[in-house]
């Protein structure tokens, strides 16, 4: 290591190597291995005490980034730091030596650096404190304590403002009691998203608990105001709360009086102007028009006549024109919604697979095709059932169903068409499985566009289709990926031909930054740019602990650049944006009124968020050496990740041999351990040298190796021993753990992964029109018209929200023109394996409104 004898001096030394720079330098060293370095002081500063020039100072650890602590002190021969009371080691000191010019007295200042791990492991015992002692021969002083605190800000507020009706120049508190939080808030408010400043404003006064008090509300004060609370970690809005400011009317002064009229009478008035009502204030009270019978004397003289005549004619006239026009209007309406009962009886598409289906798992991770027979019979199973239609054989609809009116193109864009149309002007909607060279030629068409050139060309995780107003359904089996096409979603006369797929890591990159983490996988659904009526349902699997005090998670979208945008805070969606998402337990359901490619991108609040990882052992399917490997994937707990590693090892020739187990790991900055224990020592060993072998933190935090793989390698003493039996652990450091408990024979089953093992699903990865759904079309849209009125015993789609458990989102469904029909539209993204249309006549029941609906559809109406 090279000595620098300069002025200034800053390096790690070991006592002997800095002993020996003190020597040549005019120092001597002494100490031990506990201790910074010690220098002798020359003779004309031996009789003073060291002073600080500079102290350690309180310090807050901000996510993972450890703190540094500075001690200045002069004359000294050595400083070292006590932390909690113990000596910190000498070797994390770093020694800065120079000399004061004006003094001529040398100068030693000490660094150390200290980690969140460090403050956590006395955290809720103690707070963890630092302390600098400088020695002299004369004697030692120390410096004030600094104290470290992990810095943090929860989400929830404990107390958010309210909104309020007031009265003009009524005195309004808003009240508000931030997140906790280290070090404390700070609060500021908003109105209208704009910063409220009391010192240009001094009819807005903040209290020292935070609240904000209008002195005399004005109408300029109506608006939405927000608390917002922030820190060195984090930035938090409370719900905002709307204040209304009314004025109530007030009369104007009394008009004179009018000269006397025909009828012998006079009249004055008055307005509502002083002031005028306003912002729902309320009308003034009493006449505004007030009359007096005249003196005999002031009556002019009147006679009856042709006038009187007149009067009476206009209004019979009148009359009867507004007869006439009633009878118009009564005759209209109803030949019009004739001819609206006849457009939908008349539609023979809607009578193509309108038989209910359902569909139930033949073996544990095996899905059966749908079935086509009539469901069981139960105790509502009339509610919601349509008489099948016995000469309708196909599973399919074939034929155009381009527009007569349009046959410019697919798509409604002001540039034409983005594809080009299929051969023959035909357009072919499967309910079957999806031809592979079809799938191949979709795909190399879609790459050929500009904006699909990182499309990636694999057939197995792309699936599309065409589709019209009745909507569908693409799925990619087995990775828990589908879209659902609402019926209307694409207006009537467009046929869009539509793709879904899901990004590998290697065609399209995410950056995350800092602690974000990817919790889903990259999934594109296109074109992108076509014209929706509603919102299109995306549902795709996710990898945390789906608990919001815990992530602050974002949906980001790529734009038509290629960068990631941020275009939702989940838990905090507004109605109006174009996105909206349903947080389930492992998956997530996004409503969006644009295609385009989308991700959940996580950051944690604190050390209890968690991501879900799925632990899954294999091994090699034929052993015909003496070593033997065992392969341990620590993967996203997420359908489309366990399937590309199902496919990986299939072509490996490796076998399952154990049940996966799920591991939640937290954001607490600890490795992942891997360890095989209890193995028969006298059959076989482990090759492997340490005890254990680890996963750095951030190799699976952030996400962007969505699987990672240890091997463990054994070796058996003999060819002849097949019987393995061990223990295999899983667990993070100070974290939770999972075992697995191995006993099986090598040499038996030798099978490679097959179908059974890839959980393949036999399900059509693109239906289109009716048999997409579960409800039949024309009893959904009965189940619309009758619950989408408002009822006044809460009968209606706000009740069938909370009985399906979806009250959360009261809100967005009423922001809709058909609450109704964005229940449904979740209810089928959610049950399409699963659903049980019963259960669904249940609630239908329970609600009340049976007697209000036709359920029992005859095959004329269908």
């Not at 006038?307 to 007869?323: K, P, Q, R």
């Not at 933190?697 to 393995?724: A, D, K, P, V």
Request: net charge negative; hydrophobic share 35%.
């Amino acid at each position: 290591m090279p000595l620098l004898l300069g002025p200034f001096v800053r390096c790690r030394l070991s006592a002997t190597l800095l002993a020996l720079w003190l020597v040549l330098s005019g120092f001597t060293c002494t100490g031990g291995s506990e201790h910074a370095a010690t220098a002798t002081l020359p003779a004309a500063f031996s009789d003073l005490l060291p002073h600080f020039l500079v102290e350690p100072e309180d310090e807050y650890i901000v996510k993972n980034k450890p703190v540094t602590l500075t001690c200045r002190s002069t004359p000294a021969t050595q400083i070292y730091f006590k932390c909690n009371g113990e000596w910190v080691h000498q070797d994390d000191h770093l020694i800065e030596r120079t000399v004061d010019p004006a003094t001529a007295l040398p100068v030693m200042q000490v660094t150390i650096e200290i980690t969140r791990q460090q403050v956590e492991k006395i955290f809720g015992l103690d707070e963890y404190w630092c302390q600098c002692v400088a020695w002299s021969t004369t004697g030692t002083q120390k410096s004030q304590k600094a104290y470290i605190r992990i810095a943090y800000l929860r989400k929830n507020f404990e107390e958010e403002p309210q909104g309020k009706e007031v009265a003009l120049d009524q005195e309004v508190l808003l009240r508000c009691h931030p997140p906790e939080g280290v070090p404390q808030a700070e609060v500021e408010w908003q109105r209208n998203e704009d910063v409220i400043d009391p010192a240009s404003d001094p009819n807005f006064v903040i209290t020292p608990d935070h609240n904000l008090v209008i002195k005399k509300a004005r109408l300029a004060d109506t608006g939405n105001y927000t608390c917002v609370a922030k820190n060195i970690v984090a930035r938090r809005k409370s719900t905002s709360a709307a204040i209304l400011v009314y004025v109530d009317g007030g009369w104007s002064e009394w008009s004179k009086w009018s000269a006397c009229g025909a009828d012998c009478s006079m009249w004055r008035s008055r307005e509502c102007t002083q002031p005028s009502p306003g912002t729902g204030g309320k009308d003034c009270q009493g006449l505004d028009l007030q009359s007096l019978n005249c003196t005999s004397e002031q009556c002019p003289q009147t006679v009856s006549g042709a006038e009187d005549v007149a009067l009476y004619v206009g209004m019979v006239a009148v009359a009867l024109c507004l007869t006439l026009l009633l009878i118009v209007v009564v005759l209209v309406y109803r030949r019009k919604k004739e001819g609206l009962d006849a457009d939908v009886a008349d539609s023979s598409i809607l009578t193509t697979g309108f038989q209910p289906m359902g569909i139930k798992p033949s073996k544990p991770g095996v899905w059966a095709p749908r079935s086509r027979r009539a469901p069981p019979h139960s105790k509502n199973s009339h509610l919601l059932t349509i008489q099948p239609d016995l000469t309708t054989t196909t599973t399919s609809y074939q034929g155009t169903l381009r527009s007569r009116h349009d046959a410019t193109g697919k798509f409604s864009m002001t540039n034409g068409p983005l594809l080009d149309p299929l051969p023959n002007g035909s357009h072919t909607l499967h309910n079957g499985k999806l031809n592979s060279d079809a799938a191949a030629e979709f795909v190399s068409r879609l790459s050929t566009q500009s904006y699909f050139k990182t499309l990636p060309r694999d057939v197995a995780n792309t699936s599309y289709g065409t589709f019209n107003f009745l909507g569908g359904r693409l799925t990619i089996p087995n990775t828990g990926i589908s879209l659902l096409i609402p019926p209307e979603a694409i207006p009537r006369g467009k046929i869009y031909e539509i793709y879904l797929t899901v990004q590998r890591k290697e065609d399209l990159r995410l950056p995350v930054a800092g602690c974000q983490t990817l919790l889903s996988p990259i999934v594109s659904c296109g074109p992108p740019g076509v014209v929706l009526s509603r919102p299109v349902i995306l549902s795709m699997d996710h990898c945390f602990d789906a608990c919001l005090d815990n992530w602050a998670v974002r949906l980001k979208k790529q734009n038509y650049e290629g960068a990631w945008e941020d275009v939702l805070l989940m838990g905090e969606e507004l109605v109006s944006d174009p996105y909206y998402c349903q947080l389930e337990a492992e998956t997530c359901r996004l409503f969006s009124e644009q295609l385009g490619t989308f991700a959940l991108v996580g950051e944690s609040l604190h050390m209890g968020a968690a991501k879900r990882l799925r632990l899954v052992l294999f091994s090699d399917a034929y052993c015909s050496t003496l070593e033997y490997n065992i392969r341990v994937y620590c993967m996203d707990d997420t359908q489309d990740v366990f399937k590309e590693v199902m496919q990986m090892e299939r072509q490996l020739g490796g076998r399952l041999i154990d049940e996966p187990h799920v591991l939640l790991f937290k954001d607490s900055y600890h490795n992942l351990r891997l360890s095989i224990h209890d193995m028969p020592q006298a059959h076989w060993r482990s090759k492997l040298l340490a005890g254990y072998q680890e996963i750095p933190f951030y190799h699976i935090w952030n996400g962007s190796q969505r699987y990672l793989h240890c091997t463990f390698t054994l070796e058996r003493l003999s060819l002849s021993t097949c019987e393995l039996t061990c223990q295999l652990c899983v667990w993070q450091v100070e974290g939770e753990g999972q075992s697995f408990s191995l006993d099986f024979n090598i040499a038996k089953d030798t099978r490679a992964l097959d179908s059974e093992f890839l959980l393949m699903d036999s399900n059509a990865t693109a239906l289109a029109g009716p048999s997409a759904f579960q409800i039949p079309y024309l009893i959904r849209q009965k189940i619309c018209s009758s619950l989408d009125a408002p009822c006044p015993n809460g009968a209606d789609w706000r009740m069938l929200a909370q009985r399906l458990k979806l009250e959360r989102h009261m809100s967005f469904f009423a922001s809709k023109a058909s609450p109704t029909s964005v229940i449904l539209d979740l209810w089928e993204a959610q049950h399409f394996h699963s659903g049980n249309i019963n259960q669904l006549a249940t609630v239908m029941a329970d609600i009340g409104k049976q007697e209000a609906m036709i359920f029992l559809v005859s095959d004329g109406e269908c």
